[in-house]
């Protein structure tokens, strides 16, 4: 389980339901890197803006354990992502230790 404290400084960059953009320690952070893998990037704070309709493939914000914002720095490469009981983005290893 991940602990609340150890993800409020570390954000990621979503397409709710496929992948992880851009983390970050803060919300320009987690932008400015998911801005080098979307097609559009000038319109990337507006469809993160606009996300909030819940579709799938909109795009979002949300937290990440500071394990996995480490790892991806460290150039982890997730296929999809998993999220914790708070909506937290998390590792597999912190996923496989909650079950």
């Known amino acids: 389980m991940t602990n609340e404290n150890d993800h409020t400084d ?3 960059v979503v ?3 496929y992948a992880v953009f851009g983390v970050g320690r803060s919300v320009a952070d987690a932008i ?3 801005k080098q893998w979307v097609d559009d990037p ?3 704070e507006a469809e993160i803006a606009g ?3 819940g579709r799938d493939g909109d795009m979002i914000m949300m937290d990440c354990s500071k394990k996995y914002y480490e790892a991806v720095r460290a150039g ?3 296929d999809g992502y ?3 009981e708070n ?3 998390i590792t597999p290893e912190e996923y496989d230790k909650q079950q």
């Open 76 to 78: 982890a490469d997730y």
């Open 15 to 17: 397409q709710d339901g």
């Open 42 to 44: 000038d319109v990337l």
């Open 32 to 34: 400015a890197d998911a």
């Open 87 to 89: 909506g937290c983005v």
């Open 82 to 84: 998993l999220e914790d």
């Open 10 to 12: 570390y954000t990621v």
């Open 51 to 53: 996300g909030e309709s």
